[in-house]
């Protein structure tokens, strides 16, 4: 089954990542939690929430409609479920381009009326508004630009990692299946993987036997009861090497 539907999105860490029309012009990552980062996200939240109403009470009929299918229509198909079934669907930018393509739409007019038809004090505080939100998206590149992954790929993030745990090692085995871990990922990590490492890709997991001639095994995202009957039936112990919110790796040790 897909790792979509299977998992969980209600808690704390999955809703503040959810946020991500606040990372549309702020984004250092989760990393760097501060409280002047949770000042800068209500800003962001009350500037967003603020240019939606403006362009419904300043626009055509036609104008704002388009602008809020934009936006809502992407949030109710994708973040919708993820609250109700869970998943991960709201967390993939790629399926949200058009939801940024809303906001930005949204505060992009809200700026540009709000600089040419203020008075004179008002005028000046929507451009320092305007430098502000420039300046954050600035720093926010100068930041993520040396990173080796982003956010933006969800259940991969932790990809480049694995790997390097992985290649560090002599002869290794990397052995998956198709419940734990989305096949799809396993196919992106064997780009980052070095030539040597070997793969095996379970579909059936009952009666499995560890082969030979493999200085170093890893599991990546083995279901319980494969790791226990494997720990149980071949006297062997997993220890745990690396997890995150969606994939753990296993080195089998003897």
Not at 106 to 130: D, E, H, N, Q
Not at 200 to 208: F, V
Request: glycine fraction near 4%.
């Amino acid at each position: 089954m897909s790792i979509c539907t299977e998992t969980p999105i209600i808690n704390t860490y999955e809703i503040k990542k959810s946020l991500i029309f606040l990372r549309l012009f702020f984004d250092v990552g989760w990393e760097f939690e501060t409280f002047w980062t949770y000042l800068i996200i209500i800003f962001c939240l009350i500037l967003v929430l603020y240019s939606l109403y403006f362009m419904y009470k300043k626009t055509v009929l036609k104008s704002w409609l388009f602008v809020f299918c934009l936006v809502f229509i992407q949030i109710f198909f994708l973040l919708g479920p993820d609250l109700l079934w869970g998943g991960i669907r709201s967390l993939s930018p790629r399926y949200l381009i058009p939801f940024y393509l809303g906001i930005n739409l949204s505060v992009a007019y809200l700026l540009g009326i709000k600089l040419i038809t203020s008075s004179k004090i008002m005028t000046k505080i929507w451009s320092i508004i305007t430098i502000i939100i420039l300046s954050l998206g600035i720093i926010s590149c100068v930041i993520n630009s040396p990173k080796e992954t982003a956010w933006t790929k969800v259940i991969s993030y932790s990809l480049p990692q694995v790997a390097q745990i992985i290649n560090k090692t002599d002869s290794p085995l990397l052995i998956s299946n198709d419940q734990g871990y989305h096949p799809g990922n396993i196919m992106a990590l064997s780009y980052l993987l070095n030539q040597e490492v070997k793969f095996q890709l379970l579909s059936q997991e009952k009666g499995y036997h560890l082969p030979k001639g493999f200085q170093s095994i890893f599991l990546l995202s083995p279901t319980d009861e494969f790791k226990l009957n494997l720990e149980r039936e071949t006297k062997v112990k997993a220890k745990l090497m690396f997890s995150d919110t969606y994939l753990k790796l296993w080195k089998i040790e003897v």
